[in-house]
């Protein structure tokens, strides 16, 4: 089946449950599509945990969720090996990290031991339990989600971490007439109990190798490395985007040029998503954050600074 028809059916089925969000979820599928993990910062109560159910059940995938909290143990994410007194052998039982679609609620919840016991997984796709490495399963996901009131009680994620998520999102609250639109659909049963499987997990494998082959030119790479450079030279900023961050910026094209039928990216991919795929790996400088700069401000000066590449015909 044509990828981009693919890409549609599953976003179509998602948002019979996500009323109003279609750029979100669509965003969404895309750090899956790219073989990326997601990072959703809201407020309690506005669907995170439903969209990663809505995603799941459209594609069939296993499914596990972790409430992260300050007495979670890193052999509760990973697994732990047991001794077994009839065989005489340590059997290895594993975690909930080890499924298709892993959602880590409330992820700054946990201390820094437990966070760092995800580092492994989401960089190497594996998991390392005494001694014995065990690979995660295709595809993989790993969609955490943090509250960005409740600072009591939590443990703000190390910069290694957060730049291992492919893309952050913030869903927002609903307009008015969107969540008169929730309120009817739930009135007498939640939409996603009834969500049918659209597509195989196989499906979602061929797409992010389809993702692969779509063309970057050699101007568009130098733009984005443009931008990324610009961050960490811009005067608000303390540390800039890593190199981790134009890899996963150029794939997010790709794959957004996937989305809209292309298979060559273009520069207004790059624009499109630079926020999403690079806001969170900024620091932005304490006198600047005195001010309140953010780190959208600043990539909106940068993206406004970087001149933007030409249009060059593909030779056939």
């Known amino acids: ?3 981009k028809v693919v890409c549609e059916t599953i976003l179509a089925n998602v948002e ?3 009323i109003g969000k279609g750029k979100e979820v669509e965003r969404a599928f895309l750090a899956l599509m790219c073989n990326g993990h997601l990072l959703i910062e809201d407020v309690p109560g506005v669907g995170k945990t439903v969209l990663a159910k ?3 059940r459209s594609m069939g995938c296993t499914f596990r969720r972790i409430q992260f909290t300050p007495d979670l143990l890193p052999s509760d994410v990973t697994g732990v090996s047991i001794y077994n007194q009839r065989t005489g052998d340590f059997e290895f039982r ?19 031991k437990t966070q760092s016991a995800l580092l492994e997984c989401m960089e190497e796709r594996q998991v390392t339990v005494d001694g014995v490495t065990y690979p995660t399963p295709r595809p993989f996901l790993v969609m955490a989600t943090q509250n960005p009131i409740e600072y009591e009680g939590t443990f703000p994620l ?9 893309m952050q999102l913030t869903l927002g609250y609903p307009s008015v007439e969107d969540e008169i639109a929730i309120l009817e659909r739930q009135q007498y049963q939640h939409p996603v109990d009834g969500l049918e499987q659209v597509v195989a997990a196989t499906e979602i494998q061929d797409i992010q190798e389809a993702v692969k082959k779509v063309r970057v030119d ?4 130098r733009y984005i490395v443009s ?6 030279r811009h005067p608000e900023v303390y540390l800039g985007s890593s190199p981790r961050g134009s890899l996963s910026l150029s794939r997010a094209a790709q794959g957004l040029a996937l989305l809209r039928g292309r298979d060559y990216a273009l520069p207004d991919d790059v624009k499109e998503l630079a926020e999403p795929v690079l806001a969170h790996r900024l620091i932005i400088s304490p006198a600047a954050r005195l001010r309140e700069v953010t780190a ?4 909106g000066e940068v993206l406004a600074q970087v001149p933007v590449p030409g249009v060059r015909i593909r030779q056939r």
């Open 227 to 232: 931008i990324v450079e610009a961050t960490r």
């Open 94 to 112: 594993p975690g909930p990290i080890l499924a298709q679609v892993v959602l880590a609620d409330e992820i700054n919840r946990a201390t820094p």
């Open 296 to 299: 959208k401000e600043v990539l």
């Open 1 to 3: 089946m044509d990828p």
């Open 16 to 18: 019979k449950v996500i």
């Open 54 to 56: 809505s995603i799941v």
């Open 158 to 166: 190390p910069e290694a971490q957060l730049d291992r998520f492919f």
């Open 218 to 221: 050699p101007l568009i790479m």
